[in-house]
């Protein structure tokens, strides 16, 4: 066993879940967070188990030609944020494509299959358009930053790479507004004290900026100070808003909103179409790669008018929408209802009248609408990283469409999925991963399966 604290040199022999180095020491494994592959790294042991240890870097001995410096400080390493920063974003595509090529030969046992280089992003950075920060006071000093991993220390930051970079000034100014005006700020052990956190939202078309500041009260003294000075610092400041959270929980916000200037709303588009954002609804954090993403699921569905479509785990209904333009008609299915509400209005902005919205869970809904007679010749599915219900698989298969999309966050349930409709008939010719999370280890990928 290694002993806890102490400082052991190891080879990194290979990568594991998570992006995680797994070293080896004297051919004793460590997983190291953050080591490259053929890395020498001195790690000192954090967790020591009888088969294994855990530690973290505190030396490059032999550095891997791929590892890159942050952009942000050092200090914010355990941030909990971007797993791989320090990985050269080439590799990080590489390494994405090759997980899903050898999920659909392992998992899926499929051969022939094309899986396309993954699309990333030109500039992988300040790409996110939701950030959370959470605020605390520790011995007297302000802190508003990220948790660090498997903690609720806060690390005090004063910017965030992948985030918009208008947040650098809102943290800024909030900081200011707090110190300056003695605002009171959430104790969790306690419960008392007034700010939790600054959500904040960002339109990336249309620079349209939300403030939320989430506070176990609406009676936040000063309020028209704060507004003035986002008004005069923050281009494009549209709405500032008080979400009011009194639950001792780690749910960052609460159901109560309180308009303080402005409507509450902001707008965003992907492509053409027009999305209102509040605070408490659901927007992809990436708008750039989920156009890319959606054009992509766009071309492999091949619609034409006349064309039935299924959006089956269609959320807000985004993807709904970006089909409902070229189809006949667009069922959407989902079991949350805020989205399935959400999505209805988003249809009427965009005056797409061709869609219809059913909340419940897929594996129940879409086998009695079939049963009902609904049924289409394209079906587009994004599930949860689980994968697909056999029901709902089970069901596409009787509705006996031209074309599948699948559009999946995580390849080894796509693998699972496609072997299932393989055995049933249909086969999956492409596979395109697209990065929509850069620095970390998540891979999202779109495939499309032919009768
Ligand atoms: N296509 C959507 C997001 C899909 S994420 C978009 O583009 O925004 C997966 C969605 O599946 C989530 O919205 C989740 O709420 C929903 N979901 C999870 N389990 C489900 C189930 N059993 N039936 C229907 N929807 C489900």
Same mark, same amino acid.
């Given at each position: 066993m290694l002993e806890k604290g102490k400082k052991y040199e190891c080879e990194i022999v290979d990568i594991g879940k998570g992006g995680v180095g797994i070293g080896k020491h004297n051919g004793f494994t460590v997983f190291v967070d953050g080591a490259l592959l053929g890395e020498t790294v001195d790690v000192k042991i954090t967790k020591s188990k009888k088969k294994y240890a855990e530690g973290v870097i505190s030396k490059v001995k032999k550095k891997s030609i791929y590892r890159v410096d942050r952009l942000?400080?050092?200090?914010?390493?355990?941030?909990?944020?971007?797993?791989?920063?320090?990985?050269d974003y080439q590799k990080q595509l590489e390494i994405k494509t090759s997980q899903v090529r050898e999920d659909i030969k392992r998992?899926?046992?499929?051969?022939?299959i094309k899986v396309h280089d993954t699309l990333g992003m030109? $500039? #992988?950075?300040?790409?996110?358009?939701k950030a959370q920060f959470p605020v605390q006071r520790v011995d007297g000093k302000l802190k508003i930053g990220f948790y660090k991993k498997k903690s609720h220390d806060i690390i005090d930051i004063d910017k965030c790479v992948i985030q918009h970079d208008k947040n650098d000034i809102i943290i800024e100014i909030i900081r200011d507004f707090i110190e300056s005006n003695n605002i009171s700020v959430y104790d969790e052990k306690t419960g008392r004290g007034l700010i939790r956190h600054i959500v904040t939202k960002v339109g990336y078309t249309t620079n349209e900026v939300m403030v939320i500041l989430v506070s176990t009260?609406?009676? $936040? #003294?000063?309020m028209d100070k704060l507004v003035n000075e986002l008004k005069s610092k923050v281009e494009g400041f549209k709405t500032l808003v008080i979400n009011i959270n009194t639950k001792k929980t780690n749910v960052v916000m609460g159901y109560k909103n309180i308009n303080i200037?402005?409507?509450?709303k902001i707008i965003d588009y992907i492509g053409k179409l027009k999305f209102e954002i509040s605070p408490l609804s659901f927007f992809q954090v990436n708008p750039t790669q989920t156009e890319v993403l959606y054009n992509k699921a766009l071309e492999y569905a091949d619609l034409k008018r006349g064309d039935k479509v299924f959006d089956i785990y269609c959320g807000i209904g985004t993807i709904s929408l970006f089909l409902a333009q070229k189809a006949d008609i667009v069922y959407g299915v989902e079991i949350v209802e805020d989205a399935i509400k959400d999505a209805k209005i988003n249809a009427e902005l965009n005056k797409l009248k061709n869609t219809e919205f059913f909340v419940g869970k897929a594996e129940e809904v879409v086998p009695k609408l079939y049963k009902e007679g609904v049924s289409a010749n394209v079906v587009v599915v994004d599930p949860p990283r689980k994968g697909c219900e056999e029901e709902v698989l089970d069901t596409i298969v009787k509705m006996n469409p031209d074309r599948v999309v699948y559009v999946s966050c995580n390849p080894s349930t796509l693998a699972r999925d496609l072997k299932y409709l393989d055995e049933r008939g249909y086969k999956c010719s492409e596979i395109q991963p697209v990065d929509m999370f850069p620095h970390s280890v998540h891979v999202e990928s779109v495939a499309v399966l032919t009768k």
């Open positions: 942000c400080s050092n200090k914010y390493i355990n941030c909990g944020g971007c797993q791989t920063q320090e990985l998992i899926g046992g499929l051969e022939g030109d $500039i #992988p950075f300040r790409f996110r358009n009260s609406e009676n $936040i #003294p000063e200037y402005g409507n509450g």
